[in-house]
């Protein structure tokens, strides 16, 4: 018999407790393995703001996160922290696609349930390292961007894939190597350990969003680098902002012909700001 993921996958997304969310997690992606999922007869999925999160770290705009010097302890501390928050952040993501678009596959059901329990890996052994230096997560205030763009993607998951692996997460394999080198000038090789783990799961994940983006783009007869262009236009995106990791881009699954494209029109888009 078929199995229905939605209840758990809803008890996990909603539980604003991290313990909880990454045990279900757990349990969920053993639940899917080599089983057959009941997709087609669910329920809608339900419509909330917020997914489950504890009530620390404050939330506060990006531009009000309190800056401060990595050559602190607390400083230190605090960008551990910020990456924790990111991980934490980067599960609901994941559960949220598994758990709110119904009507695609059951192959990227169980492909968003997997980078889930692959963020709560994530999430699970930063936070050790922030405990390493005093710290918990939680302990600074931190903001709710990648949330917020799920939220304003719920409604189709064309747009979630393009925007959230395909520019947010894609992010991510562009400025870990400089963290990584900071980290390692410090001598915390346990921490440069953690971030190796992360920066290879990562590219599978942005390479994921980017197979679930084709299907999508082929399902509906669009072309996808120029509705990809005109999507980070009309929602006011950057997807290059200082130093691009192309090597990693391309193991993603990003075309060079794709990211020469993009470039070419950031460029115009910075000339015409300016």
């Not at 539980?15 to 053993?30: H, Y």
């Not at 559960?95 to 980078?115: C, Q, S």
């Not at 939680?138 to 894939?161: C, I």
Request: net charge neutral.
């Amino acid at each position: 018999m078929a199995y229905s993921p939605y209840s758990l996958l809803e008890r996990a997304l909603l539980s604003g407790n991290p313990d909880e969310k990454g045990a279900l997690t757990d349990e969920l992606f053993a639940a899917v393995q080599d089983t057959a999922l009941d997709t087609a007869s669910a329920a809608p999925a339900l419509d909330f703001r917020m997914a489950g999160r504890p009530c620390k770290p404050e939330l506060v705009a990006p531009s009000q996160v309190t800056p401060r010097k990595m050559n602190t302890v607390e400083g230190y501390a605090a960008m551990l922290h910020a990456i924790c928050h990111i991980e934490f952040n980067a599960i609901n993501l994941a559960l949220d696609a598994a758990y709110r678009f119904r009507k695609l596959p059951e192959a990227f059901v169980k492909d968003w349930i997997g980078v889930a329990k692959e963020e709560v890996y994530h999430f699970r052994l930063m936070r050790e390292r922030l405990r390493h230096f005093g710290f918990d997560y939680g302990d600074f205030e931190a903001h709710g961007h990648l949330w917020d763009m799920a939220y304003k993607t719920a409604f189709d998951p064309l747009l979630r894939m393009a925007l959230v692996p395909r520019v947010l997460e894609a992010r991510g394999l562009d400025v870990t190597p400089a963290i990584r080198a900071k980290v390692a000038q410090r001598g915390d090789t346990e921490t440069c350990g953690v971030l190796d783990i992360i920066y290879r799961d990562e590219v599978g994940h942005v390479r994921i969003g980017n197979h679930w983006y084709q299907y999508l783009c082929r399902q509906r007869g669009l072309e996808p680098v120029v509705l990809f262009r005109r999507l980070i236009a009309r929602y006011d995106m950057f997807i290059f902002r200082g130093y691009v990791n192309i090597e990693a881009r391309e193991r993603a699954g990003f075309s060079r012909f794709e990211l020469e494209m993009l470039e070419d029109f950031e460029k115009s888009l910075k000339t015409m700001a300016g």
